[in-house]
């Protein structure tokens, strides 16, 4: 919200002025926006006393409400009541979380023009691993995750966006493998899983390619077709004004008349974190509806103890024109 990269408390008030209490006061200069920049070190360090002093400089009516995110922990809910005495101390699971949670749902045009140059980067990497997996100068999921690493970099990249997750023909099975990586050999016969994303200014990319190294058998041929049919039915499925549940369960349904179940929601908001709103999960807890200005991932999967895993996963703009895919994932033949 205030552009601040690193550990900082942030106060918003309803007379919409912000005050901003980082810890690494220089960074803040360069990097963060708000109305007011207030060291940490000027509270002694301690988050119960910038509470207490901020709330008193802003002259609040006796018991005016201050509200806390939902992920604070009971105790600490419960030291900020004493702290501020005279004062409500609300933590609600549908209050101000939920409203930044959809102001970052919606992106707002610099941010999309930060997905198109991310969504770039992201293509020239997928070109290069294609290209370098084939001439097999990228042998071992370590090879692969490595590269990813120093590449982006090279591109501006600050990192990734999440720990990569490189899964050989022996470890595709699990949808998130574990350890995310080893040394082990990846895009040998059978199907390998990379799952990856690069943060740009802040923000990431999450996507997935499966590589399929023949002969295959009957079962992982079917599954890449099915992973394939699964992704394309979700493009055509996305418009705005749709419920998100319905893209989820439209795939789902697909899954489930081919005799397949995915194991895993269809897919996810991307922003500041690899995991954001809107959730394209058929759960009925499910309430978004698709609107312009929403980046999201489509990423079909199947698994199999034996077979291995397929994933397809790609990043999604929906915008008042339509459609339009910002990476170009896939599944590659070797």
């Not at 995110?69 to 209050?95: A, I, Q």
């Not at 990319?205 to 099915?226: G, H, I, K, N, W």
């Not at 974190?273 to 978004?288: F, G, I, V």
Request: proline share 4%; charged share 25%.
């Amino acid at each position: 919200l205030s552009g601040m990269p690193s550990d900082a408390l942030l106060f918003l008030s309803s007379k919409r002025k912000s005050i901003l209490v980082p810890w690494d006061l220089t960074m803040a200069k360069v990097m963060a926006t708000a109305d007011s920049v207030i060291p940490f070190n000027n509270f002694n360090r301690q988050t119960e006393k910038a509470l207490r002093e901020i709330a008193s400089s802003l002259n609040l009516a006796p018991a005016a409400k201050v509200e806390v995110s939902r992920r604070t922990p009971y105790p600490v809910f419960l030291t900020y009541k004493k702290e501020l005495k005279g004062l409500t101390v609300v933590c609600r699971k549908h209050g101000i979380d939920a409203r930044v949670e959809h102001g970052r749902a919606i992106k707002d045009a610099d941010e999309i023009a930060r997905y198109r140059t991310i969504a770039g980067i992201t293509n020239e990497l997928i070109d290069l691993l294609e290209e370098n997996v084939r001439s097999g100068l990228l042998k071992t999921e370590t090879d692969v995750a490595l590269f990813i690493e120093a590449e982006g970099r090279k591109r501006g990249c600050e990192g990734t966006g999440f720990g990569t997750l490189a899964a050989g023909p022996q470890r595709s099975f699990g949808i998130h493998a574990f350890p995310p990586y080893t040394a082990g050999a990846f895009a040998t016969q059978g199907l390998s899983i990379l799952d990856f994303g690069l943060q740009y200014e802040g923000y990431t990319s999450d996507v997935t390619l499966t590589f399929a190294r023949e002969p295959l058998s009957d079962l992982q041929e079917t599954m890449l077709s099915l992973v394939q049919k699964a992704h394309d039915l979700a493009i055509s499925t996305i418009k705005k004004g749709v419920k998100a549940i319905s893209v989820g369960a439209a795939v789902d349904d697909f899954f489930r008349d081919a005799g397949k179940t995915m194991p895993h929601n269809l897919g996810h908001g991307i922003g500041l974190e690899a995991h954001e709103a809107p959730s394209l999960r058929n759960r009925d807890d499910n309430t978004w509806i698709l609107a312009p200005g929403m980046i999201f991932t489509d990423e079909p999967g199947l698994y199999d103890e034996a077979a291995g895993g397929c994933r397809l996963e790609d990043d999604i703009l929906l915008s008042n024109s339509g459609v339009e895919v910002l990476t170009k994932a896939r599944i590659i033949r070797l």
